[in-house]
């Protein structure tokens, strides 16, 4: 314990953290000198000056290359967290040095990218002008990934399951219903009120098998006695969503900021029913071991307001 202690603190460098991450990415000494733009034999010498510094074998040789051990992933893993967060330090100095005050990344899911985000982004963008935000797009099963690695500082949308959630913060932006919505002149929208039995013949856009959004649906649908529909197309896209309802008598529930923002549009409509139980809140989450950097305190700050009832 105490020779790994040592090693860690005084012998470990960037270019060890370097050497590691990419021979986890080549599996392959030859691969990681050309791109590291060392000799073969100087990866080799530095790995086994690692390995012998901490006692602790890190990589399986074989012909075929090599593979990290148990060890090995662990620090593989951490090193790749350092290298992120020394980027994240070099950009933050070169942003000061340039005038700008930070940056912040930002990954967001269907559900908040239309509007919550957008509106968010103004109002952040209003109080520090030279703040940058980076904002990925992706689902939920993509994004926590990405956010444990420290790739991006948040996540906003949909919220998972609390079970999901355990090391991470989180926060509950807002519990919006959802409308059901079709196109304008759809054969239900004279209906002053719809039953759920009203909605069988209907083709319908429903959320992919396995996202956060399919199991409350698929309950709602058992509820009211429905069949899955079989004349169905799986989308988490809200502008393939509203394209699609366009041209076709498709149903689909979307969140109430989302219809009201197509509504307003006049590009689809919404139908008299709604459910204001069938999807999770949309709120944030964030790594609650990693510190917030004033960049992201102000995001988060600029999300909860705009997600206050008007």
């Not at 990954?107 to 509106?119: K, V, Y």
């Not at 980076?134 to 994004?143: N, P, Q």
């Not at 649908?221 to 169905?232: A, H, K, L, V």
């Not at 992201?296 to 307001?305: A, I």
Request: proline residues 7%; contains cysteine.
């Amino acid at each position: 314990m105490a020779q790994i202690d040592w090693y860690l603190r005084a012998n470990l460098k960037p270019r060890h953290l370097q050497m590691l991450v990419a021979l986890d990415d080549f599996r392959n000494v030859g691969g990681v000198a050309a791109h590291l733009n060392v000799t073969q034999p100087a990866i080799s010498k530095s790995l086994a000056e690692l390995e012998k510094g901490l006692g602790l074998k890190l990589f399986e040789r074989t012909p075929r290359g090599v593979h990290p051990t148990v060890y090995g992933e662990s620090l593989i893993r951490h090193a790749r967290r350092m290298l992120i967060e020394l980027a994240q330090a070099r950009d933050e100095l070169r942003g000061l040095m340039a005038g700008t005050t930070g940056s912040v990344c930002v990954g967001t899911l269907s559900a908040a990218a239309l509007t919550l985000m957008p509106q968010s982004l103004a109002l952040m963008k209003k109080r520090s002008p030279n703040t940058t935000v980076i904002v990925r797009e992706g689902t939920v099963e993509s994004l926590l990934p990405e956010l444990w690695s420290g790739k991006i500082d948040l996540i906003v949308g949909r919220m998972p399951d609390d079970h999901s959630l355990h090391v991470h913060g989180k926060k509950i932006l807002s519990n919006a219903a959802v409308t059901l919505m079709a196109r304008k002149h759809h054969p239900l929208s004279a209906r002053r009120r719809l039953k759920w039995s009203d909605l069988k013949a209907y083709p319908w856009v429903i959320p992919p098998a396995g996202t956060l959004l399919r199991e409350p649906l698929e309950r709602a649908f058992e509820q009211y006695g429905i069949p899955m529909p079989g004349n169905r197309i799986e989308t988490l896209s809200v502008q393939i969503i509203q394209g699609y309802l366009q041209l076709t008598d498709a149903v689909a529930f979307l969140a109430g900021d989302v219809s009201k923002h197509f509504a307003r549009l006049g590009l689809i409509a919404a139908l008299p029913l709604e459910l204001p139980n069938v999807l999770r809140p949309v709120g944030m989450i964030w790594q609650k071991q990693r510190p917030r950097s004033p960049s992201v305190q102000l995001m988060m700050q600029c999300l909860e307001e705009t997600a206050q009832p008007k």
